[in-house]
Every structure is written in structure tokens, then in C-alpha cells.
């Protein structure tokens, strides 16, 4: 088994100072105190696509953005139970992000799988904002113990509990993986550099299949066979 | 006659330990790949998830946030009854998931395909998904729980008889690379590869093979068999780890099912049971006994049978 000894680990607030996310380094291991909210395609439809109004404020009360949806219940006293959190993919909601980032201040995108280190270059670079990713993905417990106390939710009769958005009160929320630096460098492209380097030998003796699919060739016009 | 209020509690039992507790075959499968996994990254995520199921189970937390697709796999003895019939079975099978969605809780996932319209229970037009099986013997209903998760790892393709074993090694690769990189398919997991059928019952046969059969569980054709061993180390050797990482865990155990198909094709489906392979058994008597377990048996001599008659003769 690898030693995890040499990953750093990291504190970090969900309010952070250029200082701090400057000091990170791909592959840090983040763990986040304060406050985070749940904000995907339901929220910035709204506020970035209609304008509506953001229904806290932000980047004051938080500049940390996460891409999921907890395991949610009411409890008969009106507070929420919250099981478990885990990340939904990120790459789908690239288009809203520049608008986002400029409604909401965040400095801080958690979720799952990233994005492409070009929109990290177009869109939190200019931004001074960070991705975080979850691990595994499917740490949702850990998660889910990091979460103190649901503070607030916005929009839940409106876009549902999924899509709702979640104002949580986070201690040691985490493990999150620094997944992009301030100079819009991505972990999973820079693994995925590694990998490659091996794939043609890996398919070495296969061939092509018998009959082809759109995908593998983009000429329409093509026979596919 | 199997009491309904029976199976409504177990139903309910099941859905509490599909989301919590993962099971003992796949939880060894990820132990021995963590240890030897040699990517530093990779090998963060696997100890990470192995204090997750920790968590999941002293908590009595749900172990992933996305708690997936409930589903159930219903199995009959030829001699079972059900209080109330097979409809009362499905009526109370949709009841049990949306009482333990709000209960556990779990994540209400299951939406309208266009209108996006959420019941906040998992409920919906043609969900859960209830497949049905029977056994020749036996006055006993087993129940199977499980919250498939997962929008990515999943592929279908129709493959000629001379793509051969090289073409299903090639679209193995294909679908594993694609759907591993960045870890979309919350790998290292339980492949299933369905085999011919057709193209609905290629993705059913896939389907079963990741969710219904154990770690360590072999096809009961021999060469088949060596053929699902020879794709886990494939797979294990593309150099990509968890989350995508540099690293060997891509798969802890590969099972394949076949059906006959027609005479020019051969249709391959990939499915992957991701890191939170998530299935729980119960089997209950008349007597209002249950017994519950990991491993679903589901695949036996009588599903996989090949002839006209059974008993065979
Ligand atoms: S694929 Fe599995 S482990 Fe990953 S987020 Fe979905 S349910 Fe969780």
C-alpha cells in the first residue's frame, strides 16, 4: 500500500483570502469550517439565467460553493435531518459558472470531477477561485458528519429538495482534494497526462469494431462500415 | 401464506441496510485493493472510503449522499403465496421505499424525464424498477434491495460474431477508460457484462450480472469464468486508479452473463456497481420468519437454464 503521509493537509475557511488559496497546491487535501451552500443547475437557472434576487448574502456569508444535494428529511419540528451529502459532476453546469461566480463572489467550487483546466483558465482564474473535489466519490457519510446544522434552505418548495438551496454550518467538512490551482491547473489532467502515456499498448491485439459509430468518426457521410 | 405486513418491515429493513451498510464481499474487495494500491492519490481514496462505510454504519448515515435508484429484485419459490397477491407485493414494495426514503433518510433522486417533477419519495411513473424470478422449489419470497447509483459506467453496443473475444476486450476498455477518467464511475467497482439476448435484455442480463452476483463468484462456464478474470486484470492494468488517479484499482471483480441471441450478432452491455455497491437480502417464510443476507443468489442452474424441460431430464 502507497503511504498518504506525504499529502498535505489543509484547514481552510469558506470564506478564504487570496493568500490562502494561493498557498495550495494540487493533490492538498482541504478540510473547510464555516459555512457552505448547495448551488446547481436549479439555483443558477434563477439567479443567473432569470436575475433573481440571491436569497442570502453572499460572498459575506459564504464563498464556497458545493455541488450536491444532501439526504434530507424535516424532522417533525421543522429542522433538518441531514444523512448523508455527496458531489453530483460539475463539468454540466460550466456555462453558468462565470455568471455565478460573478453574482455570488464564490471562491470556492466543491464537487465532483472537475472541470477542464481551459474553463478554469476562462472562468476561475479571472475569478480567483479554486476547485475543490470530493473523494471517492462516494464519501457521503464523512461528508454528512461534517455538516453541524442546516442553517437555512432557499427554493426548497420551488426546485425540490435536490435542488434546493442549502445553507450548512460545516466543521472539518471533508476530505475534499485540491483539484485546481489559481493558475487554472487541473489534478485530473495532469493524472490523465500519466495514464495516457500507457493506453496504446493496452490495446494492443484489439481492433476496431466491425461496425463503427457516429463518435468515432464525425462524418455523417461515412459508411460505418 | 406469506404475511404482508411481513414484508413490509422487511422491505423497510432492507432499504435502511442497502443505503448503510456495505456489503462484507465488496468491502473485502476494496480492502485488498487498497492495499495494493501504490498511487499515493489512489490510495487516499480507497482509505477514505473505507472510514466512510465506518461512518455510514456507527452513524446510521446513508453512505453516499446520492443514494441512488432504489430497486428490487423479487424472487418466488413455486409454492409461495402472498397475502393479498402479487399487486399487494408491488403496492407494498412502493410503499416501503417511499417511507424509508423520508425516514433513513434517503435522497429523493427519482424525477419526471421531461417535467422534472419530484414526489420527494423515490416514487414514479415505472419506478422502482420490480423485476420478478421464480425456483422450482420452495414456499419462500426473497426480497433484494438496491440503490443502483451511477449516471456514468454504463454502455451498450451491438458487437458481429467477428468482433470476437479481441472487439469485447476492445469496448471493455473503451467504456472503462472513458467512464474512469476522473473517476465518473466511482471506481474501483463490480463490472457487469451482458452477453447477446438482445438488445433490452443484453443491458438486463449486464445489469444483474453487477448488482445480483458476489465478489469472487464465477460464471459456471469455465471459460467464461476465465474470461471475467481476464478482464478484472485488464482493467487493473490500464494504470488509472480511483477517481481517475494514477494507480492499479479500476475493478474488484468482473461478472459476465450470457443469453442466446440472434444467430448475427453479439450484443455487449457494461455496467458498473460503483463504490457504493449497495444490496441487501432478506427471505422470508410463511411462518413470518426472515432471514437476511449479502449475497442475493440470484443467478441459479433454473435462471441460467439452457433446455426445454426442468427438471432436467
Ligand atoms: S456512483 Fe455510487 S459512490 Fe458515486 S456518487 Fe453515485 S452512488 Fe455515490
Known amino acids: 500500500m502507497a503511504s498518504n503521509m506525504k499529502l498535505k493537509k489543509v484547514s481552510l475557511s469558506t470564506t478564504p483570502d487570496e493568500s490562502a488559496l494561493r498557498s495550495l497546491e ?6 473547510l469550517n464555516g459555512l457552505v451552500y448547495s448551488a446547481r443547475e436549479g439555483a443558477y437557472i434563477k439567479v443567473v439565467d432569470e436575475g433573481t434576487p440571491l436569497p442570502l448574502d453572499l460572498p459575506e456569508l459564504s464563498a464556497a460553493n458545493f455541488h450536491c444535494s444532501p439526504a434530507a428529511a424535516k424532522r417533525p419540528d421543522g429542522s433538518y435531518d441531514v444523512g448523508a451529502v455527496s458531489a453530483t459532476a460539475s463539468f454540466r453546469f460550466r456555462k453558468w459558472m462565470d455568471g455565478w461566480f460573478r453574482a455570488s463572489g464564490a471562491r470556492l467550487i466543491m464537487g465532483k470531477g472537475g472541470m477542464s483546466s481551459d474553463d478554469y483558465k476562462r472562468y476561475f482564474v479571472p475569478n480567483n477561485a479554486i476547485y475543490l473535489t470530493t473523494v471517492g466519490y462516494g464519501t457521503g457519510a464523512l461528508l454528512g458528519r461534517g455538516v453541524k446544522r442546516v442553517r437555512d434552505v432557499h427554493w426548497l418548495n420551488e426546485l425540490g429538495i435536490a435542488q434546493a438551496m442549502w445553507i450548512l454550518e460545516v466543521e472539518n467538512l471533508g476530505p475534499f482534494i485540491v483539484e485546481s490551482d489559481m493558475n487554472g491547473n487541473s489534478l485530473f489532467e495532469r493524472e490523465n497526462e500519466k495514464i495516457s502515456a500507457g493506453l496504446a499498448k493496452l490495446y494492443e491485439g484489439t481492433k476496431p469494431a466491425v461496425l463503427k459509430r457516429f463518435g468515432e468518426t464525425d462524418d455523417r457521410s461515412d459508411e460505418l462500415i | 401464506m406469506i404475511p404482508i405486513d411481513v414484508v413490509h418491515s422487511t422491505a423497510m429493513t432492507l432499504m435502511e441496510k442497502a443505503a448503510i451498510e456495505i456489503p462484507d464481499d465488496y468491502l473485502a474487495g476494496i480492502k485488498s485493493a487498497a492495499d495494493a494500491e501504490e498511487g499515493d492519490l489512489s490510495s487516499f481514496v480507497l482509505q477514505s472510503m473505507l472510514e466512510n462505510y465506518e461512518t455510514a454504519k456507527d452513524d446510521r448515515r446513508a453512505m453516499c449522499g446520492d443514494t441512488g435508484c432504489p430497486r428490487w429484485y423479487v424472487k418466488m419459490g413455486n409454492e409461495a403465496r402472498i397475502e393479498g397477491g402479487p399487486v399487494s ?9 417511499a417511507q424509508a426514503t423520508n425516514e433513513i433518510p434517503l435522497r429523493p433522486n427519482r424525477v419526471h424525464p421531461l417535467w422534472r417533477t419530484d414526489h420527494n419519495n423515490n416514487i414514479g411513473i415505472q419506478a ?15 426480497l433484494v434491495a438496491v440503490h443502483k447509483g451511477g449516471l456514468f459506467g454504463t454502455d451498450y453496443r451491438m458487437l458481429f460474431p467477428s468482433d470476437g473475444i479481441e472487439g469485447i476486450k476492445r469496448f471493455f476498455l473503451d467504456c472503462l477508460i472513458a467512464f474512469g477518467k476522473r473517476g465518473l464511475a466511482c471506481q474501483p467497482a463490480i463490472l457487469g457484462i451482458g452477453l447477446g439476448g438482445n438488445k433490452d435484455a443484453c443491458m438486463v442480463h449486464g445489469k444483474r ?3 445480483l452476483r458476489v465478489v469472487g463468484d464465477r460464471n459456471p462456464d469455465s471459460e467464461i469464468a476465465e474470461l471475467e478474470l481476464e478482464l478484472t486484470e485488464l482493467g487493473n492494468s490500464i494504470g488509472m ?3 481517475g488517479f ?22 455487449m452491455s457494461f455496467h458498473a456497481f460503483c463504490l457504493s455497491s449497495r444490496r441487501a437480502c432478506a427471505r422470508i417464510y410463511p ?19 439452457e433446455t426445454v424441460e426442468w427438471p432436467l431430464t
Open chain 1, 26 to 31: 494540487l493533490g492538498n487535501i482541504v478540510y
Open chain 2, 89 to 97: 407485493l408491488e403496492t407494498t414494495l412502493r410503499r416501503a421505499t
Open chain 2, 128 to 142: 422502482p424498477e420490480i423485476e420478478f424470478g421464480f425456483e422450482p422449489e420452495g414456499d419462500w419470497l426473497d
Open chain 2, 209 to 211: 450480472a453487477a448488482c
Open chain 2, 241 to 243: 486508479g480511483a477517481m
Open chain 2, 246 to 267: 494514477v494507480g492499479n484499482s479500476m475493478v474488484i471483480d468482473t461478472h459476465i452473463e450470457v443469453g442466446y441471441c440472434h444467430t448475427g450478432g453479439m450484443q
Open chain 2, 287 to 305: 411462518d413470518g420468519r426472515v432471514e437476511y443476507r449479502t449475497d442475493p443468489r440470484w443467478f441459479t442452474p433454473y435462471q441460467r437454464r
